[in-house]
Structures are given as structure tokens and as C-alpha cells.
């Protein structure tokens, strides 16, 4: 019998090895991957390259681990925000490498990962500093960007419900990055609410299918209530 | 000259949305379009982190933290809305699917070219998020900025001195003198703020502009 | 008030003209539109380019568009099955064009439609045949094959339930080619089994958002619930 | 020597599908694995069209039409299957997420190029479906197929002559006299059907074989 689920979520996040790539969910709070990351931080590995589509808040989640000083590399699209003084910090300092990425660029060379893509050509960023050096093309009269695909060791998710097989369905807007970060990591392992039994997620309404998923693991429904707020 | 408010601003913007538009409205002055856009048209309201039919923000103590904006601020679904992921939102964009962006800008040049993520300062720690995306991510991209910088300079140039967010991909600037289309032909105003004489405009914006003919707007 | 309902499959597809390129959804008759197809028989149409994944069966839907002589070139991957005798024959006597796509990526061609994307590459069919003529590149050491979307004027493709928005939710595997065709065609028209209220569609389930889609008709449930063969 | 029936093949290839392993079983031959996966393995079946999970055909007079494999057979979905569209159905494939695909063949070469798809005949109508797809679709492409053609040409070949359907894609040949490893030194002889020396097989086959090591299988 086929089971994905992890008793906790430093079991879940046990192997991930200095210098992996580590992809991690989320848009702001939303659909971040809170407890996985604590775990992340508690398993010590280093010179990590994160893949997020911010760069950390406060004090916590991804913040608390580029504090700790275990990522050697973010790529994202937006590290600048109000509470970003961490990376803020580590960026001014030179202790940290930024690979910025336009959003909707992030999102399809993560995709092109997961789905075997070798390269695609975008309209995003033609004729902009964050096309400066990558090869472009005309076609049809308009100018593309070629990109290459993001893949990841590990990918951490957050989503609603899951099954022993993987399946998976989300949130709202917690939904975001997670299924096609899923899609592109060697291992995804998937933070859930609520572990329920095989048969209960509809198969019309499963939104990523546990092939994409390695492990599951099941967080007290108190903890994820608490408001993020309260935590920072 | 008494300059359009930043509410008379998105009021304007708001009557060149018909009925039916998918529109994205970009963070800061560009949201305040949503409160302008009449209760009766039914326009459906994007938010590249992954809605559609997005609705006003939620009554004080109902906030849900897994439903949020681009700007990461709670709001509601409209009945009818739905939710998806990043790749297929942006595909949405990517793919010509909405009417309308609304961004706001430091600049806009003569010829269409928008900067609006980056000042150019050197210690600036860079950030895009979705600029670049909903440059070129909509079959109108509209702009509301103020005609000027805090010093008197106008922000419709011959060529951007900021680093570009996208090339040649603005159709309508909206600012608080003026409504301008972007033209195959060059600049073309629409309409100007109470006062405020054409060639008085034009000096003010330091860029050759002509009158939209009537039909233009 | 946005009510894309349309009364007839008649009243669908009334405007498609002669020379468009019209997509239609559908693996064998799974998810295939047949009474749209019929309207666009009757509507009369010529000199058409098709998108299927296949070419017809037997002497109904796209079988007989095809054997009405209307279609001047298909884009499908797979044309000969055991019944693919009107297309079979069309064919060897030189009278329709084919651009024979393997099918993952016609799939990933008119997803690309969809999404803006300029070009990929893609490991399919490197060093075949049906690479010839095209653009390759080596990629980290794996060949790739250069390919552009496909777009389309219209796509005619059957869902489930839809309301006035448009939204689609679809039925097992009827699925199929539904939802990328959808978002590369001008106009989508969807042709429902049933039109339900505006909110009878949970938001995290609806598979294609009405962004997509431009036209949705009813289809009468007996005509839809009468077995295929028995049509041939 | 007595050739491995159709059924011995398909349960030798089934004997090297473990549980929890992703696979796509092509139409024809391969289909027949299916029967022999033993039931108290869970393995997770897809199938191109958009679903994974598929179960056995459906008891007589319950098969739905909208419920079909990639041979547009009916078939069923196990409890915690899914569905999905074509587009990600194939991501599935091309991004290398099965752990196995299982393909007959017209030919395969010493370096695993595969033909399978159209045997080059003139007037035949060409039809590739998801062969192209499948034949690099997996971690693992393994191939079903009588060794020999009618006329008793061997069907491993030092070339391929007919069209080919991948390049240096399949891993492991399973035919009806053997089952041979392709490896970068070459094709390697994992078994042979009782009473089948490898010398003989060797000539049989035509192309340069070796012994494959103990721990090769």
C-alpha cells in the first residue's frame, strides 16, 4: 500500500542536504508553507538556493532562514517589501545572491520544469533590464525573451487537503505556486490541513494528482488557524 | 487650472470600461478604479496571484488570510468567481485574454515605452513582481500617473530614463492634467483638465503632442 | 448584465466564415461537440482549417464536415483509425492538407496559444521525421525540437455545466482538449449539458474561467445521453 | 525452444513494475500487462488522454463514453484516481514524472532508438498520437515485441530502416525469445526463453549482444 504521509514535518524535510534547491510556496502568507520551513530551519542545511516569489517577512518562515544564514541564493520576483529588513540587510551586505525574476516568468519556467519544456520564448521583459544578456527573437513582428526552466531538489507546499496517494486540493489564493512548484521539484513535499481518506477528494476537483507529490504531512489545525499576524 | 483629483483621475478611467471587460488594476492608484466602476456593469476584476471575479474588500473582523489580492490586502469573490494557479494566471495575461491593465508609472515615452518597477538608483534592492507581466498583458494597458515629478518634470518623455518595464505597450495615460492616447502617430490628446489650454499642455509636457480627432476617444 | 448563453448551436457558430481555423475539442467522441459541429455543417462554411486530434469517424460530426468538403487542411495527430474512410479518401486523392503533430505537442501548441508564449522546445519528436525542416537545439546535453503555437479563430468544444460567466466544469475524460482550446481560440463556444445559475459552480473547481470562453449553449439531455454508435 | 507466449511477456514486464510505480501502458501488447500486475500492489496507471488511476474495463453494459483509455476502450478510475486536460497530461509525460512507459515496436536499435509509429510504406496516411510522446515520456521506455518479423528478420537492428519514433530512448527490449538491457556499452542479454543459447540468440538477432552482469537485472 502506497502511503505519502509523513508523521511530522522534520521527517518530511529530514533529507534535504546543504547546497539543495529548495522551491517554497506561497504569495505573502498565503499558501506559505509556514511549518515546513521551521523544519527547514531546525534541519541546519546550508548554502541553500530558494525559489519563492518573495524574499521574506519579519522575522519568520523564510525570513528566519535567510537570518540563519542557510540560503546561498534567492530567486524571486518581489524581495522588496515593507518587512523585508532581512534579506534587505543580507543583500546590502553582499551576503546573499538575488536572481530576480518577473512574476509571470518565475511561474511559466517552473512550469516549463514540471512539464519537460527546454526553453520557451516570452514577451515579459523584452527590451528591459531583465532581458539584458538573454538571447531574444522576433516573431511575428513582436520580441521574445528566451527563458529556461527553474527545477528544484525539494519543493514545500501548502495546500487544504491531501490523500495517502498525494492528491491534492487548495485554498483560494493559497492555491498560487504550489501545484506547479509540485510539478517541478524531484521531491514535493506538500504541508496539509487535513489528511483525509483515499476516495474522499473528487477526481474532477483534484487539482494536483499525487504523481507530482513525494510526501505529505498532516499540521494541527490550530497551528494553521493562528492568524500569521500573531506570529510575526 | 484646478488638477483632476486622484478620484475624478480613476472616476475617468473607470467610464472606459464597458460592461463585460476583464481588467487587472495594478497596486496603488489603479485600485482606486474599482470604486468608481459602476454597481451595474458587471466587469470582471483579475488578480494575478489567482482570482478572477474579484469582489470589494471584506467587512472588518471577516478577512480571510487565503484570500488576498496582488497587493497581499484581503478582499472578497464575486458569486461567479474562480480560483486558479500562478502559470494559468499569468497565461491569462500573457495570452491577450484581458481588456484592460491599469498601471501606474514614473514614466510613460512618446512612443508607448512604460517604466514603472525601478527607480534606476544604485542601492535600491530591485523588485518586479508582475509590472512586467501586466505591461505587456492586456489588449489595452492603460496608466494613471501624475503629469509631473514632485519637481515640475514631466513624466511623458521623449525617451525613459528609468529602466523600462515594457516597450511600446501603453495605449492611454490618465494623469491629473490630461487624458493622452499612445498613436502609431504619436501623442494625442483627448481631453484636458478645466483651464488648461493645449499648448499650455504641451509645454508643460516638453513632447510634441496633437488634438485626438473626435472620434479617438 | 453578461449572459453568454446563446439559444441554438445554429445561432453558436453563425459567424464562422470561410477560410477560419477552428478548433475542435474531443479525443475520439469523448468531450467532442457534435452538435456544434452539425451547426457549423449547416452553417456552411468553407475552405476551413480544423484542429482535432483526430480526422473524423465514420460518416458523422467532423467525418461529415469533411465529407461535406469544407475543410481545406487539418492539424491533428493521429487521422487514421478504423473508420477513418471519408478523410482516408479525401487524403489519397490529394484533396486535404495535413500537418501531422505528434500529440503532446499539438497539446502543448495550442496551450501555448493560450499563453502567450512565442516558441518552445520541446524533446518530442527530436530526430524523427516529423522534426524535419524544423529548428533544433541541444539543451543541457538532450535535443529539442523548435515549435510555435496554434491558434484559432474559434474552438467548438463540450463540457459539462457552464453558467452565463462562461465557466466550465467537464465529465472524466471528456475533458480532454477542452480547457487549452478554450483559451487559444478567439471565440470559444462550449457546448454544455447544462447551464446552471451564476454561484452553482464552486469557485476551486471550475476548471475553465470564463475569461476563455465567448459563447455557451444548452444541449437538449436526451440528444446528448443517446450513444454514440448509435449516431453511426 | 519454446517462445515466451504473449502472456509471459506481459507478466515478466509486469514482475518489473513495482509498487507505487507511475506507468503508462501502451495500446496493444503492452495493454496485457495490466492483467498481471499483481493486486496487491499498488501501482498508478495513467493514461494520455487525462487520467491516472485507470482500473480495469467496466462490467458489461455500464461503460461510460466519457470515460476512455488513449485506445478509446472504456475503462474505469480507481478510488483516489483523477482527471485532467491534455496539456497537463503530457507535462506529465514529457517531465519525465512516470517511472515507466511500455511501447510495442516495429524496431529498436543497439542504442535504444525506437520505430514504432509508421512503417515508412508510401501511400500509407501517417498517424503518430502520443508514440513520439510516450517514447520519451519515462524514466524508464520499455518496449514489448515479437523478436522477430514474419519473415524472420530480427527487430533489433543495428539501424533502425523504418521512421523513427525516438532517438536512444528505450531502455529495456522484451521479446518472445529474450529480454535485453540497452546500455551505453551496448545490448546486454538479461534472460533468454528456456532452451535458447546465447550464441544462438546472438545469431538471431544480428547485432552485437553480451551477457548482461548478475546485477544488470
Request: with cysteine; net charge negative.
Given at each position: ?63 528566519a532562514l535567510l537570518k540563519a544564514k542557510r540560503v546561498r541564493k534567492i530567486i524571486c520576483s518581489f524581495p522588496r517589501q515593507t518587512d523585508s529588513y532581512v534579506f534587505d540587510a543580507l543583500y546590502h551586505a553582499g551576503e546573499i545572491e538575488l536572481e530576480l525574476v518577473p512574476q509571470g516568468n518565475l ?30 527573437r522576433l516573431i511575428n513582428g513582436r520580441g521574445y525573451v528566451l527563458e529556461y526552466p527553474i527545477a528544484a531538489d525539494f519543493a514545500l507546499i501548502k495546500a487544504e487537503k491531501g490523500d495517502r496517494w498525494g492528491n491534492l486540493v487548495y485554498r483560494k489564493t493559497a492555491r498560487n505556486f504550489g501545484p ?45 488557524l493562528s492568524p500569521p499576524q500573531a506570529a510575526a | 487650472m484646478k488638477r483632476f483629483t486622484r478620484d475624478q483621475m480613476a472616476a475617468r478611467v473607470a467610464r472606459d470600461i464597458p460592461e463585460g471587460a476583464y481588467v487587472n488594476l495594478g497596486i496603488g492608484l489603479p485600485t482606486m478604479v474599482a470604486n ?182
Open positions: 500500500m502506497i502511503d505519502k504521509t509523513v508523521a511530522s514535518p522534520s521527517a518530511a524535510v529530514a533529507d534535504i542536504a546543504d547546497g539543495a534547491t529548495v522551491m517554497i510556496g506561497g504569495f505573502g502568507t498565503a499558501g506559505m508553507p509556514s511549518e515546513l520551513i521551521d523544519a527547514l530551519i531546525r534541519n541546519g542545511a546550508r548554502d541553500l538556493t530558494i525559489v519563492n516569489n518573495n524574499a521574506g517577512n519579519a522575522d519568520v518562515g523564510l525570513a511561474a511559466e519556467r517552473i512550469r516549463a520544469a514540471g512539464a519537460g519544456i527546454g526553453a520557451f520564448f516570452t514577451p515579459t521583459a523584452y527590451g528591459t533590464p531583465l532581458a539584458e544578456g538573454k538571447e531574444t506547479i512548484m509540485a510539478s517541478a521539484a524531484k521531491c514535493a513535499i506538500a504541508q496539509v490541513r487535513k489528511v483525509v481518506a483515499l476516495g474522499e477528494l473528487d477526481p474532477e476537483v483534484i487539482v494536483t494528482p499525487g504523481i507530482f507529490v513525494q510526501r505529505i504531512v498532516e499540521i494541527d489545525v490550530a497551528d494553521q | 468608481h466602476l459602476p454597481k451595474e456593469r458587471e466587469i470582471f476584476l483579475h488578480s494575478e496571484n489567482g482570482l478572477l471575479g474579484m469582489g470589494p474588500a471584506p467587512a472588518a473582523g471577516s478577512e480571510d488570510p487565503d484570500l488576498i489580492n496582488a497587493g497581499k490586502q484581503p478582499v472578497t469573490l464575486l458569486t461567479g468567481g474562480a480560483y486558479f494557479h500562478h502559470a494559468d494566471s499569468f497565461a491569462m495575461m500573457r495570452g491577450g485574454h484581458l481588456d484592460f491593465c491599469v498601471l501606474g508609472a514614473f514614466q510613460v515615452s512618446a512612443s508607448g515605452d512604460l517604466a514603472n518597477w525601478h527607480t534606476g538608483a544604485i542601492n535600491a534592492i530591485p523588485a518586479v513582481g508582475g509590472a512586467m507581466d501586466l505591461a505587456i498583458g492586456a489588449k489595452r494597458v492603460l496608466v494613471m500617473m501624475d503629469h509631473q515629478t514632485k519637481g515640475g518634470e514631466s513624466k511623458i518623455v521623449a525617451h525613459c530614463t528609468y529602466p523600462l518595464t515594457g516597450v511600446k505597450c501603453v495605449n492611454r495615460i490618465y494623469t491629473d492634467l490630461a487624458v493622452i492616447d499612445v498613436t502609431p502617430e504619436g501623442l494625442a490628446v483627448v481631453e484636458t483638465v478645466d483651464g488648461l489650454a493645449f499648448d499650455e499642455l504641451a509645454r508643460i509636457t516638453g513632447v510634441p503632442l496633437r488634438r485626438a480627432s473626435a472620434t479617438a476617444g
